[in-house]
């Protein structure tokens, strides 16, 4: 019985001492990305062209547009790169235009699309609170800021500009 008690101990000391060896490589990843996005902001502070929102979301207009923006429900006609912050490519639709619904995508995607104008490129910085958060999703780490130059060809149901 004893001997049954100090091998679950070893197996459940064992399998703690290895989550927290992952738990502790994300920290360290959360830790390059929240003062990577904070020395960014710094950096562009006095840029006319470079916004931050409540929530955090950053983003740097490269072309305004001159069409109407897209709403929360809308579909929307862009191309994109998203990168880490270390310069690694996720993805990228090259020259291809994509359509995805806005509200399908992840938070600062819908944010931040709803600011541009059709014809627009921006880039934006976000957070990985408005990303893929504590959890990241298939290459992309958990607490990964993300940033996509994205160029909003179209969408089918826009509103008036304000």
């Not at 101990?9 to 703690?16: E, G, N, P, R």
């Not at 062209?49 to 809308?74: M, W």
């Not at 995805?100 to 934006?124: A, H, Q």
Request: aromatic content about 14%.
């Amino acid at each position: 019985m004893k001997r049954l008690i100090y091998s679950a101990f070893v197996l459940l000391t064992l399998t703690f001492v290895l989550s927290s060896c992952d738990e502790d490589k994300y920290l360290e990843w959360k830790y390059l990305n929240e003062t990577w996005l904070e020395q960014h902001k710094e950096q562009h502070k006095n840029d006319p062209d470079f916004f931050q929102t409540e929530s955090g979301l950053c983003y740097k207009v490269i072309h305004q547009g001159y069409l109407r923006r897209p709403n929360a429900s809308s579909i929307i006609y862009v191309k994109y790169k998203g990168k880490l912050i270390t310069g690694q490519e996720f993805e990228n639709t090259g020259d291809e235009v994509v359509q995805f619904r806005l509200s399908s995508l992840m938070t600062g995607w819908i944010e931040g699309v709803t600011k541009m104008n059709v014809g627009g490129r921006y880039i934006f910085y976000i957070p990985y609170e408005l990303a893929y958060g504590e959890d990241g999703s298939g290459s992309i780490p958990p607490y990964s800021t993300l940033i996509f130059d994205i160029t909003l060809d179209g969408s089918d149901d826009q509103l008036p500009n304000d």
